[in-house]
């Protein structure tokens, strides 16, 4: 005989407790700059706070985010993986994304790439060690004014970088304590 299919329940948060407190003051934020019957369209903002919280998008939480906004797991993905500033994997404590779009290329950003991989021991896609950094290539950000540009995280944005300007950020950004997990 087969069994009656049972019910899902509720997906289960993917957050520490502080991870969480975090999350639902900016979610709540989010959510309400759309109507009511809209909420369905905070979800790329939804995910930008998930990665910003774990890193990355695993799937327990994009099912977790959708179940929020009552978007079915499957859209979730869909959107997670269209859209190349979602990380479908683990990265390092702090994601350096180095832009190679053609303003930031024209003011040198083949050489700040080059400069962040020797100065991590990395190359693009990959993860220090110690799990301290990634690094990676990355479209466009919307900051062509100030090129060479990079985003460090999900909302920090590196503008005119230049070598020195490396150097500090990577020293700060080691002596930076971990987040409240
Ligand atoms: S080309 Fe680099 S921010 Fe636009």
């Not at 289960?12 to 959510?31: I, M, N, T």
């Not at 309400?32 to 998008?57: C, N, S």
């Not at 990676?136 to 460090?152: D, I, K, Q, S, T």
């Amino acid at each position: 005989m087969i069994p009656l299919a049972t019910k899902a329940g509720p997906a289960p948060s993917p957050f520490s407790p502080e991870q969480q407190k975090r999350f639902d003051v900016a979610f709540g934020k989010a959510v309400a700059k759309y109507p009511a019957e809209r909420r369905k369209a905070a979800l790329l903002a939804a995910l930008h706070l998930v990665q910003d919280e774990l890193g990355w998008l695993p799937e327990p939480a994009m099912t977790y985010v959708g179940q929020l906004l009552d978007v079915p797991p499957v859209r979730v993905r869909e959107v997670a993986t269209f859209y190349t500033m979602y990380r479908l994997r683990p990265v390092g404590r702090h994601h350096i994304g180095v832009c190679n779009s053609v303003s930031c290329w024209a003011m040198g950003s083949e050489k700040i790439l080059q400069l962040c991989s020797e100065k991590l021991g990395i190359r693009a896609g990959e993860t220090t060690r110690d799990g301290i950094f990634s690094l990676e290539e990355v479209a466009c950000l919307a900051a062509c004014g100030n090129a060479p540009a990079a985003l460090l995280n999900n909302f920090t944005y590196l503008e005119n970088v230049t070598p020195e300007s490396l150097d500090k950020l990577f020293e700060d950004l080691r002596r930076q304590p971990e987040r409240k997990q």
